[in-house]
């Protein structure tokens, strides 16, 4: 797998005080923070001294996940505020390399020149890429009295790449003799922004579906039909408002919209959150990145039995060192927070995402253990 290279024009620094999604602290009031605060296991329960504001953005799949960290993190450290802006994630890498805030989030690890830019924003070089959100990507479909289809890859590639146009074509009948599919006309419906979660689809497809999908996987959507929308709320509404539309979203936003079995060697796997981790566990860490980067080279076309393949692994980018304590203590508690076992059962419970494995979450214990200030 390659990763492709994000197109950065046009996206703008985003100014700390116009981060649009601000989530103030908590008081005793909150039932999430007391709830957390009376776990004596918390990662963060004797960190209440800290204050201060912190400020991050980016994947927009990861929101509702952000909102519940957000909450018990600042339940324990009530004189913190974090704010978490969704603009996506190729917004939230710009605005990261650029110094606009202090982290992001990124359904897609940095390419290579990002990378670089990225390594030149942190003062010492050093950026670490640690995966913190694990969930699968629903194939979500509007069609009048089905809930749940059987596809392989070759036919949900070439439905996205608009081959495919009818609901009753033999390719999707074929797999799902038993549901009665109307003769209407299928409407695809992609990101219209650049994003992490189409990246994440389009690499599926690159790597399973075969030549039913003859494009390289981008964050771009790379053709022209269908309809688009933005952000990840985006594809949701416009789907569920629409008939015989289809896309793709992380699953925490499916909601009540019907979605798609995927064919993986000779079994069809519904998504869940255990499914997606199978895919995690079968991957490897890109080669040739720092010490604290652990981005991965996700197994999108693995045969394991009971594995989806169609995952979004997000991750939260930081450096290793910045250039004022109070930046770097307030990153390293948050980024604590969210790897700890309390935080990944909390983003479970709110998005249905998979924690982090044990193996996983030492080695984000290591870098985030390292993050400190200049001098």
Known sequence: ?????????????????????????????????????????????????????????????????????????????????????????????????????????????LDDEELVDA??????????????????IAVIFNVEGVDQLKLDPATIAGIFNDEITSWDDPAIVDQNPDVELPSEAITPVH?????????????????AGGDAWPHEASGDWPTEGGQSAQGTSGVVQTVQGGSGTIGYADASQAGSLGTAEVKVGEEYVPYSPEAAAKIVDASEQIEGRGPYDHALELARDTTESGAYPIVLVSYHLACATYEDQETADLVK????????????????????????????RADAT????AISAQG
């Open 1 to 109: 797998m390659k990763l492709s290279r994000f197109s950065r024009a046009g996206a703008a620094t985003l100014a700390a005080g116009a981060l649009a999604v601000t989530l103030t602290a908590c008081g005793s009031d909150d039932p999430v923070g007391e709830a957390q605060a009376a776990d004596g296991d918390s990662a963060t329960t004797e960190m209440s001294d800290l204050s201060g504001q912190l400020n991050g953005a980016g994947a927009s799949s990861q929101e509702a996940a952000m909102n519940a960290w957000r909450a018990g993190f600042q339940g324990e450290n009530p004189d913190v505020t974090v704010n978490y802006d969704p603009i996506g994630s190729g917004g939230g890498r710009t605005n990261f390399i650029e110094g606009g805030t202090a982290f992001a989030g990124s359904d897609a690890a």
């Open 119 to 136: 390594q030149a924003r942190c003062l010492d070089g050093e950026v670490i890429e640690l995966p913190m959100y694990i969930s699968p």
């Open 191 to 207: 990101r219209s922004d650049e994003s992490g979660t189409t990246e994440n689809f389009t690499e599926y497809l690159e790597a």
């Open 333 to 360: 508690a948050f980024l604590g927070y969210v790897a700890s076992e309390e935080g990944q059962e909390i983003s479970s419970s709110a998005a249905g995402s998979a924690p982090i494995s044990d193996s996983l």
């Open 366 to 369: 290591e870098a985030i253990d």
